[in-house]
Nanobody, 116 residues
């Protein structure tokens, strides 16, 4: 069973930065893809950023140029660096991994609140 644990969420002012982390059980390079989604109250879950096994990345238009996804194989950890945060970035952020059979695994989420 793959386990994912997010950390690093919190309260930040508009224009500020925050980095959330996702610790993954097992080697992160064994997965087909991994990434981050978010869900705000009353809204559907939205894919924010993803990274493939080869290192290719993609981002939602709403976060391009502000968010960066990365991973550290030595620590089996994935990160989402969020800069120039806006109130509309407020949401629960969830990391996931997708294995080569197409099965997905999700973390419990970490709350990010952008407010003055």
């Amino acid at each position: 069973q793959v386990q994912l644990v997010e950390s690093g969420g919190g309260l930040v002012q508009p224009g500020g930065s925050l980095r959330v982390s996702c610790a993954v059980s097992g080697s992160i390079f064994s997965f087909y893809a991994m990434g981050w989604s978010r869900q705000a109250p009353g809204k559907e879950r939205e894919l924010v950023a993803a990274i493939g096994s080869g290192g290719s990345t993609k981002y939602a238009d709403s976060v391009k140029g502000r968010f960066t996804i990365s991973r550290d194989g030595a620590k089996n950890t994935m990160y989402l660096q969020m800069n120039s945060l806006k109130p509309e970035d407020t949401a629960g952020y969830y990391c996931y991994v997708l294995d080569r059979s197409g099965r997905s695994y999700w973390g419990q989420g970490t709350q990010v609140t952008v407010s003055s």
